[in-house]
Each structure stands twice: as structure tokens, then as C-alpha cells.
């Protein structure tokens, strides 16, 4: 698995609409700037977030972005592959996969079937409630008192 700026950029922008989930509409411009994104290469972002059923738009003067489901609904593994396509390393890992001859008798396959299943659990299961919380916790500020 391989993520470009794109998928990089649509990582931070759901997590970043995550953060202010249940608030107000964020502009592309406003949104774009907080990631520190191309407003023009991030609107294209935005387009195969809302395809992909991750974000919603409002037009007009009052419009933009937000998330259209809760964020712990949404996890990593369905923003990677919205945006960079499937997660195999190569093509016959898949179930029922026909393009080689020598698929029985290879070697690396079960490799990376491994390698994808590896990957598959980690993004798979983690959901950007939980990475809210680790910024939460991990902006808290101790105080002591005596």
C-alpha cells in the first residue's frame, strides 16, 4: 500500500472535520488551509470523499463540508481506499484471482496475502473517534493542586 498527497490530504481532512464534528459547515477554502493542502488539487479531494459517502456539501454562502457519519463509523481503511483504490500489494492476492498460471505452486503469494491482511487489520480498525480521543488525551492539560 502506497498513499499519495491525496490520500494523505483526505486523512487529515476527515480527521479534521472529525474534530469539529457536530459543529458548523467548513468552507474547502478554510478546511484546505487548516491542512496546509492546494485549495484547487483539495477540492478534487473533497469530490471523491463525497462519492464515496465520507462527506456531504452544502452550496451557497452558508455552505461547505462535514462529515455524513458519526466518526466512529468511519475508519482509515475506508478513506485509503476511496481515494488510492485497493489495499492488495498485487493482484492475486484476491480470492478466486485467474491472471497466473502459477498461482498454486507460488511461493510469494501467501506472502502477500499476509502482508494485506496485516495492513487490512490494522486500517480496518481503527476509526477516527479513536483518533480523536488520542488528540484529546493527548492535548490535556495536567494540573496539580495542593
Aim: hydrophobic letters at 40%; proline letters at 3%.
Amino acid at each position: 500500500m502506497k498513499l499519495t498527497y491525496k490520500g494523505d490530504y483526505a486523512l487529515k481532512a476527515v480527521l479534521d472535520l472529525a474534530l469539529h464534528y457536530g459543529e458548523e459547515l467548513v468552507t474547502s477554502h478554510d478546511l484546505a488551509k487548516r491542512i496546509d493542502a492546494p485549495v484547487k488539487f483539495f477540492e478534487q479531494v473533497l469530490m471523491e470523499l463525497k462519492k464515496g459517502g465520507i462527506v456531504k456539501s452544502k452550496r451557497g454562502n452558508e455552505g461547505g463540508y462535514l462529515l455524513s457519519k458519526d466518526p466512529s463509523q468511519i475508519t482509515i481503511g475506508d478513506i485509503v481506499r476511496i481515494i488510492e483504490g485497493p489495499i492488495e500489494p498485487i493482484a492475486c492476492v484476491k480470492e478466486n484471482y485467474t491472471g497466473c498460471v502459477d498461482i498454486n505452486g507460488c511461493v510469494f503469494r501467501n506472502i502477500w496475502q499476509r502482508v494485506y491482511q496485516a495492513t487490512s487489520d490494522i486500517i480496518d480498525q481503527v476509526t477516527f473517534e479513536d483518533l480523536v480521543s488520542q488528540i484529546k488525551n493527548r492535548n490535556q492539560v495536567l494540573t496539580y493542586t495542593i
